[in-house]
């Protein structure tokens, strides 16, 4: 491992050392072979002068001479290994700055976590898309045909819930160690992956199992909208029923949900005309991006009234349910102070609250189960009998509520409602159904909150700002982009003209 003052060092200043380095290892090259210069020239034969009768002189001098020559050999291996190994170290080093500077940089805490969101947004929206497609697709053939694609969906929904566990447990600060962070991180960016490949996988083959030709299909869309567009009108009534026998609160949520039903039919309407007329003149690349607008229109214009009716159902039971609920909150604090049980601060006012709205005028029954099971989540005997069923049917309402927010809403939705409404989905089913009432109401408060710093779409002739809220319209171009189709990130937007 590098250590941090060398990944600190800059990449000239460890140039210029090298250099400085080779220059060294040349100039003591260079001192050797000056200093041994004299000892060769006293080594050349005399040619010109005659021979001299020199005096006795000891034989020292004679043994000095052969010394220094016998050091001139090992003096030029040694200076032509060092300027090997000098070129060698050079080219070394520039080879590992080259490999150091073309690797990718290792991202920033702040940029995975980025990644991770975005990751799951992506495998979110994939799954939840391809859900709305294959119900149109079941029209043409038979369930036998289709088990490939919902086991392909049952498989990435299931690795991304494992991610969006692993999210939640990473955003709670587990693990704490920075390193298995960054992996936690990594994690889930392979389990959104995979998800993702599974759906790719099989879009292709649902494509040609529809089939080139969009009128067949286009057929089992009109009648889905007929069916729907009368449901719809009923809504309405609905929505103004719940409003007076419920209060404000309930009946506001419900004319949102109408509206919303509407402007999908709206902008469905206006993409069934359009993929007929393409269909008519031949042109049925064009068809099919109108068919699959219109199915994801028509799709989501049905969770909405669906989740009306079902948030009508659920109002009932909850108002029978609520004067039971009462008494038995009662008969549970009664007990609980006479085995000397801590009581929670503000149960009892809680519950004359909740008796006063009975009498008051119109209240939400709901909300008031809600209240009821939360005052007194923490007794003993709040997981039994009537507390228990009211406990029960407030979660799933939050829940549904939230999921048909989130699937609506989805082009504006980031990370964090759907990891809260994950978790309030498992812990549903652990069963601690007011733990998840509680975070089923906050998925949809973030989720809600998204849509509006995103910006509500205004009202347009075709409905296609609403459709790209909703993710029916990848929202990529001013006209809203291509419909989203079944399939993972790689492949959800191979209805693009032009990419066919």
Avoid: K
Avoid at 39 to 56: D, F, G, I, N
Avoid at 443 to 453: T, Y
């Amino acid at each position: 491992m590098t250590s941090s003052l060398v990944r600190g060092r800059p990449r000239h200043a460890t140039a210029h050392i090298r250099v400085r380095v080779a220059h060294a290892l040349v100039g003591a090259v260079a001192g050797a072979g000056w200093l041994a210069l004299p000892v060769l020239a006293a080594q050349e034969p005399a040619t010109a002068s005659p021979p001299r009768t020199a005096p006795a002189a000891p034989a020292a001098p004679r043994d000095d001479e052969s010394s220094a020559v016998d050091l001139i050999l090992p003096v030029a291996v040694l200076g032509t290994a060092g300027v090997v190994a000098a070129y060698s170290y050079i080219r070394r080093g520039r080879r590992t700055s080259a490999a150091v500077s073309s690797a990718p940089a290792a991202p920033t805490p702040a940029e995975s976590d980025r990644q991770a969101r975005e990751a799951l947004v992506r495998a979110d929206d994939s799954v939840r898309a391809s859900e709305e497609e294959l119900p149109f697709a079941a029209a043409l053939t038979d369930g036998r045909t289709l088990a490939p694609f919902r086991h392909a969906i049952h498989t990435a929904r299931t690795e991304l819930s494992a991610a969006f566990a692993l999210w939640h447990r990473y955003e709670e600060g587990e693990p704490r160690d920075p390193g298995d962070r960054r992996q936690a991180l990594t994690g889930i960016v392979g389990r959104c992956a995979e998800a993702g490949r599974v759906l790719d996988a099989r879009a292709g083959e649902l494509d040609r199992l529809r089939g080139p030709a969009a009128g067949p299909a286009l057929a089992v869309a009109e009648e889905a909208f007929r069916r729907l567009a009368a449901r719809a009108a009923g809504a309405r009534a609905t929505a103004s029923e719940l409003r007076e026998r419920y209060g404000p609160s309930a009946g506001a949520r419900a004319a949102g949900c109408v509206e919303e039903a509407m402007d999908r039919l709206v902008f469905a309407t206006a993409r069934l005309n359009e993929g007929r007329r393409a269909a008519d003149s031949g042109e049925q690349e064009r068809a099919v991006r109108q068919l699959r607008a219109a199915e994801g229109a028509v799709a989501q214009a049905g969770i909405l009234v669906a989740g009306l009716d079902r948030t009508a159902r659920r109002l009932r039971e909850a108002a029978a349910l609520v004067p039971a609920a009462l008494t038995g909150a009662e008969a549970t604090l009664a007990q609980a102070r006479a085995t000397g049980t801590p009581v929670p601060s503000g149960a009892d006012d809680t519950l004359a609250a909740v008796r006063e709205e009975l009498t008051a005028g119109p209240y939400d029954p709901l909300d008031a189960l809600r209240r009821i099971t939360r005052a007194l989540v923490r007794l003993p005997g709040a997981r039994s009998g009537v507390l228990d069923t009211a406990a029960d049917l407030v979660a799933r309402a939050a829940v549904g509520e939230a999921e048909d927010f989130v699937t609506v809403h989805r082009g504006a939705i980031g990370a964090d409602p759907r990891s809260l409404l994950a978790t309030a989905v498992r812990t549903l089913a652990a069963p601690h159904p007011v733990e998840a009432a509680v975070l089923a109401r906050r998925a949809w408060e973030l989720a809600d909150r998204d849509v509006r710093a995103h910006g509500l779409p205004a009202s347009d002739a075709q409905g296609s700002a609403g459709a790209v809220l909703g993710g029916v319209l990848l929202g990529e171009e001013p006209d809203g982009g291509p419909p989203v189709a079944f399939g993972g990130p790689e492949t959800r937007d191979r209805l693009r003209p032009g990419t066919g």
